[in-house]
């Protein structure tokens, strides 16, 4: 998952139902993948971190969107659009994922527990 906070985008209520998600498109070797948005929504954030009171507040738009398939390390860049605009390309990097968590159980058996063989007594 990753999350991308966006400045400019409308919005008709705080949280956008899937069909006002905006598009994010990310081009790699020329090839344009659309990305899977999960969830997009209006956010205030300070207009500057330098201002300690956040006296001066933006709305921008956060879209935490899947990473799609096909895609490998290397350079790429991402751009978002929404009724009919479109923001320029912005630059990135595209690093290895981590590998998958296995989970293995050790099995433990408690000493001085007589053992049987199947079919003995």
Known sequence: ???LVVEGLPGKTRVDAPEDHPDVIIVQHGVGLKARV???FQEL?????ADPNFSDLKTYKK???TVPDGLVEG???ISVGANGQESDPIE???GTRPPR???SIPMIFPDGQPRR???RR
């Open 38 to 40: 999960k969830l997009s």
């Open 1 to 3: 998952m990753v999350e």
């Open 101 to 103: 968590p296995s989970v």
């Open 92 to 94: 990135f990097r595209i």
């Open 45 to 49: 954030m300070p207009a500057s971190l």
């Open 75 to 77: 350079e790429a860049s």
């Open 63 to 65: 879209v935490i969107f």
């Open 117 to 119: 063989s199947p079919g």
